[in-house]
């Protein structure tokens, strides 16, 4: 590949965000009533753009409210606002960050002892708006260290940042209001997630030829972020993959990507995928086609399917010395359906899938009495786990898309741990039943089994280190076609 591609870790949503969908999916799935947020939500349009369709709209002027669930955005909204929705009946829902209601607290705090308040921030935005309704008409807002070097002084002044703010900007404001008030109670109110943001963008930045940042068009921290990485390196503002163009990459040897804290990682992934896509183009035509190759293989889930056929026919001819090919072939096709078209249902459903679709796979060992049972229960519980471990990465790696479009996976109705643990009991099981296959059957071809629960395990171990979505995806990328292989090694010693 002719430039390193390095991803941000502190990419996507940030806990505000993901708290404030959090709220608003609560009620969207309890209820059939309408829901309205104040405002956009968050500043992301392909989040917006989800909400859309499951009939979570913003709410229009002069909107009838009574009895209808009202979502309090993450930037916060003035006490007057809040307080006409609630006197108009509005089922109010306050999905305000938690960071974003500290600030507004100190603001309410110092501008009722009458103490006057600077907020370092962006004149207009909905945070700094919501801010300056708690100042009791003694809030000033300004950008920047130029706009206040314009400040008269005084003897006393509070001041906060709007939580998205620089931390150089605020640090340089900072110091000339010192200088022009006689007691100054400064509050560093930026939230960690956007000087960690900040931080790391800045490192990337630094060493990279171009950043790409990805995000909302008006999110004002995408927009930080862009402005902290273009005092560094060349630098694009995206909002989707679409925005990629070959001609961006000329001489260009690392790139970095970020995203703001409202930007949803299926969105980073498919700007990442096209990304790499790019770069193994301009490395030349054999390794563009070798990528495309594993690309295509695992995302149209063929290296799964494959995978499952390939272990089913060497099991199947391991224990009953006879090939079934129409069972391998069945299976391709099922799963290929399965996954491809079927999409991902419900918890329910999709262990009644793979339930069926192990019993088919191990058919031919479960029905003859001639196999021990043990023999056939470890084919049988092989398989399932396998089948299992694949569902849940698989469903893992879609969890955000998945939550906000309302569909019930096991990753989404679970909590991330118990499915982390699901995985590490399913990789364990498989390295014990594939130790009593080889026990029983005394064949080295069986060896080739222990391979797969291994590779499951340090994959696993992985993500333990590093659990973020990018680490899930590597890993299934890795294990994919690994896996595919050892289906196949597996019935190549088997005949
Ligand atoms: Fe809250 Fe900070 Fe996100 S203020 S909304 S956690 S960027």
């Known amino acids: 590949m002719p430039f390193k591609i390095q991803v941000a870790e ?24 309408p829901v309205r947020t104040l405002g956009p939500l968050i500043h992301n349009d392909q989040v917006l753009m989800a909400l859309k369709k499951r009939k979570v709209q913003q709410l229009t002027d002069n909107e009838e409210v009574t009895g ?23 089922k109010v829902c306050d999905a305000t960050c938690p960071k974003v209601g500290q600030v507004q607290a100190i603001v309410k705090k110092y501008t009722g002892k009458g103490c006057p308040v600077i907020i370092v921030g962006d004149k207009g935005h909905a945070e700094v708006d919501g801010l300056l309704g708690y100042s009791r008409d003694l809030g000033i807002v300004i950008p920047g260290p130029d706009e206040a070097k314009h400040l008269k002084g005084g003897e006393e002044v509070c001041v906060v940042a709007q939580t998205t703010q620089d931390q150089n900007v605020f640090v340089d404001t900072v110091k000339i ?12 109110t930026i939230c960690d997630a956007t000087s960690e943001r900040q931080q790391e963008t800045r490192g990337l930045a630094r060493k990279s030829d171009l950043m790409i940042v990805v995000g909302g068009s008006h999110s004002a921290n995408t927009q930080r972020l862009s402005d ?29 990507i970020t995203a ?57 001819r391991l224990v009953t010395g006879q090939y079934y090919g129409w069972i391998a072939a069945t299976l391709f096709l099922l799963i290929w359906v399965w996954r491809s078209h079927g999409k991902r249902l419900s918890p329910g459903l999709d262990f009644g899938v793979i339930s069926a679709f192990t019993t088919l796979a191990s058919l031919p060992v479960l ?87 291994v590779m499951e395990l340090v994959c696993l171990m992985y993500l333990f280190r590093k659990p973020h979505w990018l680490t899930l995806k590597a890993s299934i990328l890795f294990e994919s076609p690994i896996w595919l292989t050892i289906g196949l090694v597996g019935l190549l010693l088997a005949i």
Not at 233 to 255: L, N
Not at 267 to 280: L, M
Not at 423 to 449: C, N, R
């Open 68 to 90: 209808k669930h009202v979502v309090l955005r993450a930037h916060g909204v003035t006490p007057k606002t809040r307080n006409n929705l609630k006197a108009r009946h509005a």
């Open 260 to 316: 703001g804290a409202s930007t949803p990682a299926w969105v980073i992934r498919d700007v990442v995928n096209t990304v790499h896509k790019t770069g193994w183009k301009q490395s030349g035509i054999l390794s563009a086609s070798l990528f495309s190759l594993v690309s295509i293989l695992v995302e149209t889930n063929l290296s799964w399917a494959g995978g499952m056929a390939l272990l089913s026919l060497s099991l199947n």
């Open 177 to 188: 209001i010192r200088e022009k008030y006689a007691q100054c109670h400064e509050f560093n």
């Open 367 to 453: 029905i003859n009495d001639g196999i021990p049972s043990v023999v056939r229960l470890s084919v049988l519980g092989y398989l399932t786990a396998t089948i299992l471990i694949r569902l849940l990465f698989h469903d893992c790696l879609h969890v955000q898309a998945d939550r906000i479009a309302g569909l019930q996976t096991l990753p989404v109705v679970s909590c991330e741990g118990m499915v982390m643990r699901l995985v590490l009991v399913a990789s364990g099981s498989m390295l014990v039943l594939a130790s009593i296959l080889a026990i029983t059957l005394k064949q080295v071809p069986v060896l080739s089994l222990l391979l797969a629960p």
């Open 10 to 33: 502190t990419a996507g949503f940030c806990f505000g965000v993901r708290k404030a969908l959090d709220k608003l999916l609560e009620i969207r799935n309890n209820t059939d009533e």
């Open 228 to 256: 902290i990485a273009a005092e560094h390196c060349r630098t694009v503002m995206i909002q989707t993959q679409d925005d990629i163009r070959e001609e961006m990459f000329h001489g260009v040897h690392k790139v970095g």
